[in-house]
């Protein structure tokens, strides 16, 4: 479970990655269905609204034509009543009287107003002769023929133009106009007529023209039934209307939302359509509404048909509800990313916790390996730990440790640093206390031996190890480490050396005697030998020589390692001491067939404080060395140096070098590389180590450089600056 390598989800956080996706797409799907159906809220409401907004329109429409028909409906009337009130009337008072009323400018849709006479068929001649005598002399009632009863219009104002055509024009002949003309008298009312063409349209784009009637009675006469009123009948004030015109001054200026048609009746066939708001097609769209209004008209009946246009459309529906759907599905996807982006952030957060959870319980289970493989390890070395807090000042220890130092198990000291050092011998505890103390001051490791006198008064060598904790919450120090028993390493050891230096004793007397007798025959102390005879004991002398100076090796080495080797410390003078070295090794030189050359380059005489019998067995064995390993006729170059106030002692020579893989070990006590030349160059493989030894008690160091040209040597001895030399600066 967790992660893998590459990093992906995978297992339970796979699952939650699924999970977050499957909450995000319904969140959408959610988010998005809600949207739509706020959409189809709105628009339904919108729909609403906008049916109740086009009903208001046209019943707007409908009043305005209502009320227009009615205005001129009380202009017929008082044309009526001026006929009413005078017997006789002139076209001057008649012009005068509308002129008055100022019609186009109060009334605007009006074609005129005007009066048709009843004419008794009897005066019909008489009639046409009075008007021709005012100014006309075309004057004539038209159309022509016998009727039983005649009308004609005598006045008509304005008096010019399209009007003119209708002077004289018998109405009542003709049927449709007679027919409203009949009713009017009748029903003692205005009356609007059916459609018809009026006199009036005479050019091209004729509309149709609809009339209206109020009757006009002389005056005093009855009225109370029908034929009673034809009786008293003087003419008709009447209206004619071109329906274009008409609609156009009742309505003005429209915004072009609604588009109507109007019908003469109750039928809506192109025949009896009498008005259209729009030319050409009517454009269709989806949201159209229509509606149709019955508008009962003066005795008569007009059916308005209505139509909304895109431009309502636009208005009242689209904009509310595309906007709240916009708005909807922008908020779904902001919507959809917080949720995202809230279910990949919890899924992190679990992967995260999860991952550390893993790793927590990696690190218990490391730890509890840990503890247990250090417990197995303590178990079987018996070692014990313990631990210093530096600032109570307490050391505690664990229960390994007791037995340690001759306690048995349970049984403790205080505690108390002094306490533990009671514990040690009296000989180490000033060392201990100090390497204590060092160790805590400087953070240093604290590695060191010492000797433990037990109750009972066996004495035991303890090894301990330590290191300097810093304590990460208080800063306080706790310095905690081992004790192991060392008692019988250090046995073994003292047995060892006390071995080698026994048996190394036991031979080194003989071998010297029999180095020396053999000397003796060489130099011919008993005359001169036979040839081969002669080289049978050089070669028993040089390896009887060999074997000495292993011997030597091995018990300087074993003084060493007990501190039993004594320096004779010496202010000499350096460059005495190389002119010394180059002299005595200048037979091993030239027995390898090797020169070598001493330079000197300090400017003063340089001060060493030095055992000059031990700088002299250094220097000898780096120049063995280098002869050793000198092609012939090689030169082995001594040097000396200053640098940063110590002496750097150079030994080069022009050899094939110190193998690659064997430079790490070339200190170590008997390495040699394997090599044939190495082999048969001889050696013990104790010298470097001894030097090194040696080189660190004089306070110096020694490191090497080593290629296929030639190896060098280097020492460096620290140069005694203040002290005045000794007399014996000569070894
Ligand atoms: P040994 O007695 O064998 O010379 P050393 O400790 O003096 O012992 O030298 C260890 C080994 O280091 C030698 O056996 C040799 O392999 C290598 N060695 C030391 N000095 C040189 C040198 N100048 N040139 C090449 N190899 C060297």
Same mark, same amino acid.
């Given at each position: 479970?967790?992660?893998?390598?590459?990093?992906?989800?995978?297992?339970?956080? =796979?699952?939650?990655? $699924?999970?977050?996706? %499957?909450?995000? +797409?319904?969140?959408?799907?959610?988010?998005?269905?809600?949207?739509?159906?706020?959409?189809?809220?709105?628009?339904?409401?919108?729909?609403?609204?906008?049916?109740?907004?086009?009903?208001?329109?046209?019943?707007?429409?409908?009043?305005?034509?209502?009320?227009?028909?009615?205005?001129?409906?009380?202009?017929?009337?008082?044309?009526?009543?001026?006929?009413?009130?005078?017997?006789?009337?002139?076209?001057?008072?008649?012009?005068?009287?509308?002129?008055?009323?100022?019609?186009?400018?109060?009334?605007?849709?009006?074609?005129?107003?005007?009066?048709?006479?009843?004419? /008794?068929?009897?005066?019909?001649?008489?009639?046409?002769? &009075?008007?021709?005598?005012?100014?006309?002399?075309?004057?004539?009632?038209?159309?022509?023929?016998?009727?039983?009863?005649?009308?004609?219009?005598?006045?008509?104002?304005?008096?010019?133009?399209? $009007?003119?055509?209708?002077?004289?024009?018998?109405?009542?002949?003709?049927?449709?106009?007679?027919?409203?003309?009949?009713?009017?008298?009748?029903?003692?009312?205005?009356?609007?007529?059916?459609? #018809?063409?009026?006199?009036?349209?005479?050019?091209?784009?004729?509309?149709?023209?609809? +009339?209206?009637?109020?009757?006009?009675?002389?005056?005093?006469?009855?009225?109370?039934?029908?034929?009673?009123?034809?009786?008293?009948?003087?003419?008709?004030?009447?209206?004619?209307?071109?329906?274009?015109?008409?609609?156009?001054?009742?309505?003005?200026?429209? /915004?072009?939302?609604?588009?109507? @048609?109007?019908?003469?009746?109750?039928?809506?066939?192109?025949?009896?359509?009498?008005?259209?708001?729009?030319?050409?097609?009517?454009?269709?769209?989806?949201?159209?509404?229509?509606?149709?209004?019955?508008?009962?008209?003066?005795?008569?009946?007009?059916?308005?048909?209505?139509?909304?246009?895109?431009?309502?459309?636009?208005?009242?529906?689209?904009?509310?509800?595309?906007?709240?759907?916009?708005?909807?599905? &922008? *908020?779904?996807?902001? *919507?959809?990313?917080?949720?995202?982006?809230?279910? &990949?952030?919890?899924?992190?957060?679990?992967?995260?916790?999860?991952?550390? &959870?893993?790793?927590?319980?990696?690190? @218990?289970?490391?730890?509890?390996? $840990?503890?247990?493989?250090?417990?197995?390890?303590?178990?079987?070395?018996?070692?014990?730990?313990?631990?210093?807090?530096?600032?109570?000042?307490?050391? %505690?220890?664990?229960?390994?440790?007791?037995?340690?130092?001759?306690?048995?198990?349970?049984?403790?000291?205080?505690?108390?640093?002094?306490?533990?050092?009671?514990?040690?011998?009296?000989?180490?505890?000033?060392?201990?206390?100090?390497?204590? $103390?060092?160790?805590?001051?400087?953070?240093?490791?604290?590695?060191?031996?010492?000797?433990?006198?037990?109750?009972?008064?066996?004495?035991?060598?303890?090894?301990?190890?330590?290191?300097?904790?810093?304590?990460?919450?208080?800063?306080?120090?706790?310095?905690?480490?081992?004790?192991?028993?060392?008692?019988?390493?250090?046995?073994?050891?003292?047995?060892?050396?006390?071995?080698?230096?026994?048996?190394?004793?036991?031979?080194?007397?003989?071998?010297?005697?029999?180095?020396?007798?053999?000397?003796?025959?060489?130099?011919?102390?008993?005359?001169?030998?036979?040839?081969?005879?002669?080289?049978?004991?050089?070669?028993?002398?040089?390896?009887?020589?060999?074997?000495?100076?292993?011997?030597?090796?091995?018990?300087?080495? @074993?003084?060493?390692?007990?501190?039993?080797?004594?320096?004779?410390?010496?202010?000499? /003078?350096?460059?005495?001491?190389? #002119?010394?070295?180059?002299?005595?090794?200048?037979?091993?030189?030239?027995?390898?067939?090797?020169?070598?050359?001493?330079?000197?380059?300090?400017?003063?005489?340089?001060?060493?404080?030095?055992?000059?019998?031990?700088?002299?067995?250094?220097?000898?064995?780096?120049?063995?060395?280098?002869?050793?390993?000198?092609?012939?006729?090689?030169?082995?170059?001594?040097?000396?140096?200053?640098?940063?106030?110590?002496?750097?002692?150079?030994?080069?020579?022009?050899?094939?070098?110190?193998?690659?893989?064997?430079?790490?070990?070339?200190? @170590?006590?008997?390495?040699?590389?394997?090599?044939?030349?190495?082999?048969?160059?001889?050696?013990? =493989?104790?010298?470097?180590?001894?030097?090194?030894?040696?080189?660190?008690?004089? =306070?110096?160091?020694?490191?090497?450089?080593?290629?296929?040209? =030639?190896?060098?040597?280097?020492?460096?001895?620290?140069?005694?600056?203040?002290?005045?030399?000794?007399?014996?600066?000569?070894?």
């Amino acid at each position: 479970m967790g992660s893998d390598v590459s990093g992906k989800p995978s297992g339970a956080s =796979g699952w939650a990655s $699924n999970h977050a996706w %499957t909450v995000t +797409l319904l969140v959408l799907l959610a988010s998005v269905i809600v949207s739509l159906l706020v959409w189809h809220q709105l628009r339904e409401q919108a729909r609403e609204q906008a049916s109740r907004e086009f009903s208001l329109l046209n019943s707007r429409t409908v009043d305005q034509i209502e009320s227009r028909m009615n205005d001129y409906k009380q202009v017929l009337r008082a044309g009526a009543a001026l006929l009413e009130s005078r017997d006789e009337i002139s076209r001057e008072t008649w012009r005068r009287f509308i002129e008055r009323l100022a019609l186009p400018e109060h009334y605007p849709g009006f074609q005129g107003v005007g009066v048709s006479l009843l004419i /008794d068929p009897d005066a019909l001649t008489e009639h046409e002769a &009075t008007v021709r005598a005012e100014g006309f002399p075309d004057y004539q009632v038209h159309p022509e023929g016998e009727r039983a009863r005649y009308t004609s219009i005598v006045y008509l104002e304005p008096f010019s133009g399209r $009007n003119l055509a209708a002077f004289g024009y018998d109405m009542y002949s003709d049927p449709v106009r007679g027919t409203a003309m009949d009713l009017a008298v009748s029903k003692n009312v205005a009356v609007l007529s059916n459609a #018809v063409t009026l006199l009036q349209e005479s050019d091209t784009s004729v509309q149709s023209g609809v +009339l209206m009637y109020l009757p006009s009675y002389y005056p005093g006469m009855p009225l109370s039934s029908v034929s009673a009123r034809w009786r008293a009948l003087r003419g008709f004030v009447y209206s004619p209307f071109r329906m274009g015109d008409l609609i156009a001054g009742t309505l003005g200026e429209r /915004d072009e939302l609604v588009h109507f @048609e109007i019908y003469d009746g109750l039928v809506t066939t192109d025949a009896t359509r009498i008005y259209r708001s729009w030319q050409g097609s009517r454009p269709k769209h989806p949201e159209a509404l229509q509606e149709t209004l019955v508008l009962p008209l003066h005795q008569q009946v007009w059916t308005i048909r209505f139509y909304s246009t895109p431009a309502f459309s636009r208005t009242f529906l689209q904009s509310r509800g595309t906007l709240a759907l916009l708005v909807g599905l &922008t *908020l779904s996807l902001l *919507l959809t990313t917080v949720i995202y982006t809230l279910a &990949t952030r919890r899924q992190r957060a679990e992967m995260l916790a999860e991952k550390m &959870t893993q790793d927590l319980r990696h690190t @218990e289970q490391a730890l509890r390996i $840990n503890q247990e493989r250090h417990q197995l390890a303590m178990d079987s070395s018996s070692m014990g730990t313990w631990s210093w807090d530096l600032s109570a000042n307490l050391i %505690t220890w664990d229960a390994l440790l007791a037995p340690l130092f001759g306690l048995r198990s349970g049984e403790s000291f205080d505690g108390t640093p002094g306490a533990f050092m009671m514990l040690l011998h009296p000989g180490d505890r000033e060392r201990v206390r100090q390497e204590l $103390n060092s160790a805590a001051e400087l953070r240093h490791e604290y590695d060191t031996e010492y000797r433990v006198i037990w109750p009972d008064g066996t004495l035991r060598h303890i090894a301990s190890r330590a290191r300097v904790l810093e304590m990460p919450d208080s800063n306080d120090l706790m310095m905690t480490g081992t004790c192991w028993d060392v008692t019988e390493k250090r046995r073994a050891q003292v047995m060892k050396r006390e071995f080698v230096s026994t048996i190394s004793h036991e031979l080194r007397t003989p071998l010297t005697a029999i180095s020396g007798a053999m000397g003796l025959l060489l130099g011919g102390a008993l005359g001169t030998l036979p040839d081969a005879v002669q080289n049978l004991i050089r070669i028993a002398n040089e390896n009887s020589k060999r074997l000495l100076h292993l011997i030597n090796d091995l018990l300087d080495f @074993e003084k060493l390692d007990a501190g039993k080797l004594e320096f004779h410390f010496e202010h000499l /003078d350096a460059q005495a001491l190389l #002119v010394n070295a180059i002299e005595v090794n200048e037979s091993v030189a030239a027995r390898h067939q090797a020169s070598m050359v001493l330079r000197w380059h300090p400017a003063n005489p340089v001060w060493l404080d030095v055992d000059a019998m031990r700088f002299q067995q250094i220097m000898a064995n780096l120049i063995s060395n280098a002869a050793k390993y000198s092609p012939p006729g090689g030169l082995i170059t001594v040097s000396a140096d200053i640098s940063s106030g110590r002496l750097i002692i150079a030994v080069a020579d022009q050899g094939k070098g110190i193998p690659d893989a064997f430079q790490d070990r070339v200190f @170590e006590r008997f390495a040699q590389a394997d090599s044939s030349d190495t082999r048969r160059a001889g050696g013990t =493989g104790l010298g470097l180590a001894i030097c090194r030894e040696l080189v660190s008690h004089m =306070g110096g160091s020694i490191r090497f450089d080593s290629n296929d040209q =030639g190896t060098t040597f280097y020492i460096d001895l620290p140069v005694v600056t203040d002290a005045p030399p000794t007399d014996t600066a000569q070894a």
